[in-house]
Nanobody, 120 residues
């Protein structure tokens, strides 16, 4: 079994910064793309940022230039550095990864989420 555990959420003023972390643990054979999603109240979950095992990244237009995704493959950890935060960034942020537990079998895993609130 694999677990994803997010940390780093909290309350921040507009223009501030936060750094989210997500550590994958358990029976991990290999780990491909890792992703951050978010879900604001009353809205659908949306993809925020993606990073491949090779370090290629992709971002939602709404966060480009403000958020940076990175990963430490040795620690099976993905990070999301969020700068210049706006009230519209308020959401529960979820970590997601497709993890292989054997050479032939993998599945999608989700963390429980961490709340980010941007408010003065």
């Amino acid at each position: 079994q694999v677990q994803l555990a997010e940390s780093g959420g909290g309350l921040v003023q507009p223009g501030g910064s936060l750094r989210l972390s997500c550590a994958a643990s358990g029976s991990i054979y290999s780990n491909n793309a890792m992703n951050w999603y978010r879900q604001a109240p009353g809205k659908e979950r949306e993809l925020v940022a993606t990073i491949t095992s090779g370090g290629n990244t992709n971002y939602a237009d709404s966060v480009k230039g403000r958020f940076t995704i990175s990963r430490d493959n040795a620690k099976n950890t993905v990070y999301l550095q969020m700068n210049s935060l706006k009230p519209e960034d308020t959401a529960v942020y979820y970590c997601n990864a497709f993890v292989y537990t054997t050479a032939l079998y993998g599945m999608d895993y989700w963390g429980k989420g961490t709340l980010v609130t941007v408010s003065s």
